[in-house]
T-cell receptor, first 113, second 114 residues
Framework: DVKVTQSSRYLVKRTGEKVFLECVQD?????MFWYRQDPGLGLRLIYFSYDVKMKEKGDIPEGYSVSREKKERFSLILESASTNQTSMYLCASSLVPDSNEQFFGPGTRLTVL | AQSVSQHNHHVILSEAASLELGCNYS??????LFWYVQYPGQHLQLLLKYFSGDPLVKGIKGFEAEFIKSKFSFNLRKPSVQWSDTAEYFCAVKSNFGNEKLTFGTGTRLTIIP
C-alpha cells in the first residue's frame, strides 16, 4: 500500500513564524502535491511537483513556498505565518505525470495565533 | 477552466435509507471523474473513479456512480446506507486535455443517524 506521511497532525504557531510542513511518500511516486482544506471550500491546490527540484504553482500559492530536494520528500513552507493560513494541510502523491489517482496523507491541522 | 459543483453541503439520513449525492462539472471535453471520501479522523481516500467505458462505476463499500455526459453529472449512489458511511465526500474532475490539475468540489458532509 502507498503510504504518505506528514510530520505533524497538529501544529500551533504564532503570527510571523516560519513554518515547515513535511511530507514523505514511500512508493517512489513522481508527483507530489500540497492542498489546503477549508470548510465550505473543499481542497485547493497550493503547489505541486513533478520531479526533484521542480515545482509549479497551484491555485493559491501566495504566502507559501515548497522544496523538493529528494524524490520522496516534499516540504511546504510558510515564510511568515498569518492567521488566515490557519487550515488543514493535505499532502498527496501520484505515480505518473498527470496521474489522476492521488494518495493522501493524514493531514496537518495548523493553527496560527 | 474546469470546475466542480456539489450542491448538497450537508445530508442527514437514517440507516438503510438510499443515498444520492450530486456532482456536476463544467468542462466540455473528455474528463476523468472521481469520488473521494474522508471518514472522521482519517485521510482522504479514493471511493471510485471513471476514466472511460461503462458509465456506471462501482466502488468500494457498495457505492456506485453514474457518469451522464449530457448532464455533466457524476452522482454518487448507495441503495442502503450504514452508520459507518458518516463522512465527508468530495467529487473531483480532471480534463484529459492540457495541464488542468485535479479540481475538487466543496464537499458534502453525510451524517447517518442510527
Amino acid at each position: 500500500d502507498v503510504k504518505v506521511t506528514q510530520s505533524s497532525r497538529y501544529l500551533v504557531k504564532r503570527t510571523g513564524e516560519k513554518v515547515f510542513l513535511e511530507c514523505v511518500q514511500d512508493m517512489d511516486h513522481e508527483n507530489m502535491f500540497w492542498y489546503r482544506q477549508d470548510p465550505g471550500l473543499g481542497l485547493r491546490l497550493i503547489y505541486f511537483s513533478y520531479d526533484v527540484k521542480m515545482k509549479e504553482k497551484g491555485d493559491i500559492p501566495e504566502g507559501y513556498s515548497v522544496s523538493r530536494e529528494k524524490k520522496e520528500r516534499f516540504s511546504l513552507i510558510l515564510e511568515s505565518a498569518s492567521t488566515n493560513q490557519t487550515s488543514m494541510y493535505l499532502c498527496a502523491s501520484s505515480l505518473v505525470p498527470d496521474s489522476n489517482e492521488q494518495f493522501f496523507g493524514p493531514g496537518t491541522r495548523l493553527t496560527v495565533l | 477552466a474546469q470546475s466542480v459543483s456539489q450542491h448538497n453541503h450537508h445530508v442527514i439520513l437514517s440507516e438503510a435509507a438510499s443515498l444520492e449525492l450530486g456532482c456536476n462539472y463544467s468542462y466540455g471535453g473528455t474528463v476523468n471523474l472521481f469520488w473521494y471520501v474522508q471518514y472522521p479522523g482519517q485521510h482522504l481516500q479514493l471511493l471510485l473513479k471513471y476514466f472511460s467505458g461503462d458509465p456506471l462505476v462501482k466502488g468500494i463499500k457498495g457505492f456506485e456512480a453514474e457518469f451522464i455526459k449530457s448532464k455533466f453529472s457524476f452522482n454518487l449512489r448507495k441503495p442502503s446506507v450504514q452508520w459507518s458511511d458518516t463522512a465527508e465526500y468530495f467529487c473531483a474532475v480532471k480534463s484529459n486535455f492540457g495541464n488542468e490539475k485535479l479540481t475538487f468540489g466543496t464537499g458534502t458532509r453525510l451524517t447517518i443517524i442510527p
